[in-house]
Nanobody, 124 residues
């Protein structure tokens, strides 16, 4: 299983970006898909997650500005509006509780999966 995030870039404060993450492989079930971020010199922090039942969870900093959504079990999006300079960070795609096919067998994994970050830079 691999996660590939895209959509980062440079945007002015008040602007918008849409991040996408594709989870490779044949995914039957998942517990959570989501996004975390890590700014320079800071710890990685939760941005938003979504469950297979479409229950969402947002960091307080993201509420009202960011929206997480998904397309099936393989793609998760993060729509970010009203961006602020403090949103500048590497954004990491995340998946947990995956049930997937591997070499003809069904694997129920307890691992957390991470993609490589996509950099979001918000200028003031």
């Amino acid at each position: 299983v691999q996660l590939q995030a895209s959509g980062g870039g440079l945007v002015q404060a008040g602007g918008s970006l849409r991040l996408s993450c594709i989870v490779s492989g044949k995914i039957f079930r998942f517990n959570r898909l989501g996004w975390y971020r890590q700014a320079p010199g800071k710890q990685r922090e939760l941005v938003a997650t979504i469950t297979e039942s479409d229950s969402t969870n947002y960091a307080d900093s993201a509420k009202g500005r960011f929206t997480i959504s998904r397309n099936g079990k393989n793609t998760v999006f993060l729509q970010m509006n009203s961006l602020k300079p403090e949103d500048t960070a590497n954004y990491y795609c995340y998946a947990a509780g995956l049930v997937y096919e591997e070499y003809g067998s069904v694997v129920a994994s307890g691992e957390d999966y991470w993609g490589k970050g996509t950099l979001v830079t918000v200028s003031s």
